[in-house]
């Protein structure tokens, strides 16, 4: 599995923004549509997790033996 952060701070250096890519593999016999609202769940529930940009989770690639998703997300981070 790949992934991936980008690091942004805001002018006023009290929050940053992180953008995070998950790359994620499940078979074929697996419940693609139970995969994604667990990860839909996970990422609606932690709060850290900006609603806007929302986040994406999307079928990225078709192989011979897995289907690979990709999440993707803006998290927040406050300094204190």
């Known amino acids: ?7 942004v ?3 006023d250096y009290d929050v940053a923004y992180t953008q995070h890519r998950l790359d994620l593999i499940i078979r074929y016999d697996d419940d693609i549509k139970f995969a994604k609202e667990v990860l839909t769940n996970i990422l609606n529930d ?3 997790v900006l609603d806007e940009p929302k ?6 690639d078709l192989t011979d033996s897995s289907i690979n998703l990709i999440v993707s997300y803006l998290f927040s981070i406050k300094w204190t």
């Open 1 to 7: 599995d790949e992934s991936s952060m980008y690091f």
């Open 46 to 48: 932690d709060e850290r």
């Open 9 to 11: 701070v805001e002018p």
């Open 55 to 60: 986040p994406l989770i999307a079928v990225d």
